[in-house]
């Protein structure tokens, strides 16, 4: 992996939340029903944190998984990543589908509907980040951005570069 890269790292990104931030998405994560792998991934997490049992995590409310999930200082890439698409499905998908729309990607609230996508452009994705930022706060634009360049090697060396305006 490049230094570059090392920034759009989840698990970087997880540490740069705010804690407000981290309760809104594991609030998500949990109310979502998170999918069987990346629930028993925050099940270890929480377990190995607080040193509880496994089986008594797996006994707690959502609602407390989610706080004990929020305060955990490191998470493992493939969770925190999950963690954060569960939000900005949860959360933001005006902004999603503004960003696509500003990239004339077909989509269905936020999530493209084309099976068989293009990837756009570097110009393309400046262009529609300065329209995002113009219209959302810039916190959730950034988070955003960083979000989707974290989701894979080639996507980050693409647009690891990407601002929104000053």
């Known amino acids: ?8 790292r989840p698990s ?3 540490k740069l939340l705010s804690a407000q931030r981290r309760s809104e998405t594991a609030a998500a994560f949990w109310k979502d029903g998170a999918d069987a792998t990346a629930a028993a991934q925050a099940v270890d997490a929480i377990a190995r944190h607080l040193n509880f049992r496994h089986k008594s995590v ?8 989610g706080q004990h999930l929020a305060s955990l200082p490191t998470l493992p890439d493939a969770l925190a990543a999950r963690l954060l698409v569960t939000y900005h499905l949860a959360a933001q998908r005006s902004m999603m589908a503004a960003f696509l729309d500003a990239l004339g990607l077909a989509h269905d609230n936020g999530l493209i509907t084309d099976e068989h996508v ?14 995002i930022a113009a219209a959302f706060p810039r916190e959730d634009v950034s988070l955003y951005l960083a979000t989707l360049v974290s989701q894979d090697e080639e996507t980050t060396k693409k647009y690891s570069r990407l601002t929104i305006g000053d």
């Open 12 to 14: 970087k990104l997880w």
């Open 118 to 131: 293009t990837p756009p452009d570097a110009a393309q994705c400046q262009q529609a980040a300065r329209s």
């Open 58 to 65: 797996m006994a707690l409310p959502d609602d407390r998984k």
């Open 1 to 8: 992996m490049n230094p570059e890269s090392h920034q759009f």
